[in-house]
């Protein structure tokens, strides 16, 4: 394998300073850079919300992490600029096969960027960490803030660990992550990218990560979310859009029959930005359900979905008859499956749907912050959690959430029953989160 660091070695050697955690502006998710040219195009003003959100409670994270440590990683993250080389090649790089995908006005806006202020409290253990600015300005901040609460997590547990016992623990991940890569390896059509860096147990592992993907899957392996990743390693930047733009553009109507048709808006508003393989629907945010009832024949012709929080075997199943009915060849779109994923769940859906749809799987808390049983003092510390940044208003209105399990759910109750009885959500099912 490529990698030659001795993660161990910088794990324990954590002692100077500031050890930035996010070293780029371009360390995050490509779909966060997709959305954010569409909204810089047509809704930059907008005044919005972002929250840190623990959706594992159980876990007092002020009370792990330390407080100065987080200010100083997030005030570092905020001296970011985009430099020379990154703009080339956010310029040049050819995405989903098409050149300047970023167009040259956006990367010029791009070049003056700087993660907005943030503010910062503890209530009842938890970090309360919100940011608020224009829709264009905050909506960056999604990713560097998990994966900086996520890798401080991750040191706090780590950090009287002695210096054989880490290498025991990175040996036992590695060789289990490896055994998963084998498995995978079986699969002949497969096709999997890495979703891993919002809940990562550290930038260092999604590196080794990714690498270990890349050598043991070879062509099975089609990228990484994570744009510096995929600048650094030459591999591709994958990924489309996420729930934060139909929660805006619902909190931004001034009807019931307006809300009932934003999701829609939010595809047309895509489409005039992207196409071909970008054109992928996530269906869950008010329902995957009443999103294909109400959804014009137009969304059919569209690439694919991708099933975030419905089951994945119910929501494909859906999906499929969902094309037939409407005079489309499933086997000429993608499904893409996200959510919760690790080896077991891969297998039984690729197993399920291959060669019905074409199949695409993003890893991710389970592919880069898979810890358990790896610590040989049996250290809980190192699980992963569920821990999102969401948008929690638009114009100065709550945002909302109905999503397909209950437990992914946001917004004031009162907001979150008039949505669904807008969109005609009787019941939500509740499933236990993993990550």
């Known amino acids: 394998m490529s990698s030659g660091i001795d993660i161990a070695t910088r794990v324990y050697n954590h002692a100077f300073k500031l050890d930035p955690i996010i070293r780029s502006l371009l360390d995050t998710d490509v779909y966060k850079l997709l959305m954010l040219q569409t909204i810089w195009k047509e809704n930059a003003s907008v005044p919005v919300s972002f929250s840190l959100i623990n959706r594992t409670s159980s876990v007092r994270l002020a009370e792990v992490v330390d407080e100065t440590e987080l200010r100083l990683q997030l005030d570092h993250a905020r001296t970011l600029r985009l430099t020379k080389k990154e703009r080339i090649w956010l310029t040049g790089n050819t995405f989903y096969g098409k050149e300047r995908l970023f167009k040259s006005e956006f990367i010029a806006w791009l070049a003056d960027y700087q993660l907005p202020a943030y503010e910062l409290s503890v209530t009842d253990g938890q970090f309360q960490i919100d940011f608020y600015g224009t829709w264009a300005d905050v909506t960056l901040w999604e990713i560097p803030v998990l994966s900086i609460v996520s890798e401080l997590r991750s040191r706090a547990a780590m950090k009287d660990t002695g210096r054989f016992e880490l290498d025991i623990l990175y040996a036992r991940a590695k060789a289990k992550l490896w055994e998963k890569v084998v498995r995978l390896n079986r699969l002949e059509h497969l096709r999997l990218a890495d979703f891993g860096t919002r809940r990562r147990h550290g930038f260092l592992w999604q590196r080794w990560c990714i690498e270990a993907l890349k050598e043991g899957l070879g062509n099975k392996f089609v990228g990484t979310s994570n744009v510096l990743q995929a600048m650094e390693l030459d591999i591709d930047a994958i990924g489309t859009n996420a729930h934060e733009l139909p929660m805006v553009r619902a909190a931004l109507c001034n009807s019931d029959e307006e809300l009932l048709q934003s999701p829609y808006k939010v595809l047309e508003s895509w489409q005039r930005t992207y196409d071909s393989n970008l ?54 779109k993608l499904l893409i499956f996200s959510d919760g994923l690790d080896i077991d769940t891969i297998e039984k859906v690729y197993h399920h749907f291959v060669g019905r749809v074409r199949l695409s799987f993003g890893w991710g808390t389970l592919l880069t912050n898979d810890f358990r049983d790896c610590a040989p003092n049996h250290n809980t510390g190192l699980d992963a959690i569920s821990l999102v940044c969401k948008v929690t208003s638009a114009n100065y209105k709550p945002t909302v959430k109905l999503s397909d399990n209950f437990e992914k759910a946001s917004g004031p109750a009162q907001l979150i029953e008039h949505y669904k009885n807008v969109f005609g959500v009787a019941e939500i099912r509740r499933e236990k989160l993993v990550v």
């Open 279 to 332: 054109l992928i629907v996530l269906p869950d945010t008010f329902g995957t359900t009443t999103f294909l009832k109400h959804a014009p024949y137009w969304v059919a012709e569209w690439s694919g979905f991708r099933i975030d929080s419905k089951d994945p075997l119910v929501g494909g199943e859906e999906l499929i008859q969902w094309w037939k009915d409407m005079n489309q060849d499933p086997t000429e």
